[in-house]
């Protein structure tokens, strides 16, 4: 069983920056894939970026650039770091691992960029 919990949401300008976390109830170390989706309102659940192994990644085409996936097995903790953010990144941002094919999820994450 894996749980996830994320943090780091919140109100920003557009322009501005936010780092969200997403702590793991044990290491992280044999989870190959994790990342980050999204569902902004009225919308369905996207992926917004992904970190296989130690540093292959892929993201949304909406978000290159300006996001950037990581991961820190010795905390246990994966990040997305998102900067440049838009009104339509708005959206509640949901922690994603792959576990032995068996998919979790967090609890989600509300981010806002409003002026």
């Known amino acids: 069983q894996v749980q996830l919990v994320e943090s780091g949401g919140g109100l920003v300008q557009p322009g501005g920056s936010l780092r969200l976390s997403c702590a793991t109830s044990?290491?992280?170390?044999?989870?190959?894939?994790m990342g980050w989706f999204r569902q902004g309102p009225g919308n369905g659940r996207e992926l917004a970026a992904i970190i296989v192994g130690s540093s292959g990644t892929n993201y949304a085409d909406s978000v290159k650039g300006r996001f950037t996936i990581s991961r820190d097995n010795a905390k246990n903790t994966v990040y997305l770091q998102m900067n440049s953010l838009k009104p339509e990144d708005t959206a509640v941002y949901y922690c994603y691992a792959l576990h032995l094919g068996t998919p979790y999820w967090g609890q989600g994450t509300q981010v806002t960029v409003s002026s």
């Open positions: 044990g290491g992280i170390s044999s989870i190959n894939t």
